[in-house]
């Protein structure tokens, strides 16, 4: 498993990557032209060594991660405050629909045609990208030519953020005391604490001469209570859901026996729950605000959490489904609306900053919630598997409680969540009971 997750764990260090340089696109050209060309346009051709492979796989990421938060700007700079839920929520159902049908429609022509023609399909999927962008996207705003990147900065956060997830990608593959592991999380940690100290010393400097290079990486805005509160929560959502997209196919195929088609089609209905609360989730966000959303979508996530941790050998397969759906729409009433939220307490010319920070904290989440939820899965399964004698014939339903226990460690994590929705999102914009009503006054006293 940890060697077929390999490319995919160094995609999303990819993305990490990239998220950070967006505010220098962003200064320089605000269409998401950028990201486009190097998102798709990478050269993903069907070269059979797995170099080419995972080469590929981190230029696609890092055009992902510039092009995710520069959609997230124009968005924010097109529509007025009281539309951007709605429109972050259409965004949202585009970035769900894909992950829904792309691993079905991947399946069947990978049996018709050989995984090959997955790259050449991508490919071609690239070029009318490219072209839609070139056409028909505009720059809006003013334009700063003469911004410039802080490449010193750039190298820091390769050094940083990619040792620390390389490092943690490692552990599905080594042990902890191997060098694979704690020297690069080591050389991560020096890398990340090197390039905040760079960060904060460049705004500080920026402060003092409006002229100086800006920092890469506005920091600045964490010193936003609710911005910081948004960003945390949206960071333990990515860390807790994408480990359990990698635990939950193990215990169909692997402890049930179940093919991978069946594990796909088991999967895909939590996939559309998410595309549909996404959507509903951004108009009741205008609507109501961000902490009525956010506190049903993270009290749902937690339910079907603890819920899905309940399955055993001889657990209906589609109870795995049934649950995935609720958790995947509590996802979706969570992700987009603190998002919105705490990008909209921000002064506007804080969102480009704003929307890098909260992008690249959610991907390293993401990186390491994977490999440290399956470590914890392995553990309690070798515990289990001693206690029960050893026997091959038991590892199965030894395996399973090692899942069961990752999910219980999931839904604290979604437990935390909840707290923090509960206590943190107040202020302009959450929607609480007071600003309700007092917004129902303003509309009847005007009409």
Known sequence: MADVDFPAGHGRDGAAYGIPYET????????CFHGCVHDRFTVRLAWSTFLMVLIGRLLEAVGTGVMWPVLQITVFSIYPLSRRGF?????????????????????????LN??????FTLTIIGVISLLLAYFGLHNFGENDKTAKADFFSVGLSIFGFGGLMFGFTNIESYSFVNPMVWLPMVIGVVGIIWFVLRQIHGARRQI?????????????????????VGTITAALSFFAFSSIMVIMPLYIQDCRGYSAAISGLVMLPG???????????????????ARPVALVGTITLCFGTVMMSLISMTSWIWWVSIWQFVRQIGMGFVLMPITTWSLNCLEPEEVSAGSAVTNTVRQIAG??????LVILMET????????LGGAKAVYAAANVFGIQWALRISAAICFVMVLMVFFGVRGQGAGSTHETVQRALNRRRAA
């Open 24 to 31: 220098f696109f962003d200064a320089r050209n605000r269409a």
């Open 87 to 111: 429109a972050m929520g259409t965004v949202g159902v585009a970035m769900s629909v894909a992950p829904a049908i792309g691993p079905t429609l991947g399946g069947v022509q990978t049996d």
């Open 114 to 119: 050989g995984w090959r023609s997955i790259s």
């Open 208 to 228: 003092e001469n409006p002229e100086a290079q800006p920092p890469l990486l506005n920091l600045s805005v964490l010193k936003n209570r609710s911005f910081t």
């Open 271 to 289: 996939a559309l729950g998410q595309c549909i609360s996404q959507f509903f989730g951004g108009k009741v966000l205008d609507r109501f605000g």
């Open 367 to 372: 990186a390491i919630g994977a490999p440290v």
């Open 380 to 387: 309690f399964t070798s515990l289990r598997w001693t206690a």
